[in-house]
């Protein structure tokens, strides 16, 4: 496996026990179709949440969260629409973007952006 996609897992790792450890339930990871993936599919108390994590090395060039463009936006959104006429729910769904900052094999970060962007499902 190559170095992005070790970090990019060690952050959707990391992310998910970031989650558990907030009283999160782990719906599903890396579920996928045709217009895209969603890392982490999480619940708690209120909402079903759509979770997009980003792993970088450093914010050194962008945040981390500068990476959820338009048109990544738009792919979460049609894979959570799948997902939920799967998956009914009375939850509200809500779309997050957890950011992990980790170097040398370790977590040295983790922001986690709760509504990252707004959308009427």
Known sequence: MDAKKLIGRQGESAAAAYL??????????????????????????????????????????????EFVTEAKQRRLIATAQLWLMQNPTEKQPRFDVIEVYCSDGVVRSINHIENAFEVAL
């Open 20 to 65: 558990k450890k907030k009283k999160y339930r782990i719906v599903a990871m890396n579920y996928g179709y045709r217009f895209g993936e969603i890392d982490l599919i999480a619940e708690d108390r209120d909402f079903i949440v759509f979770v997009e994590v980003k792993s970088r090395k450093s914010a050194g060039f962008a945040q981390a969260r």
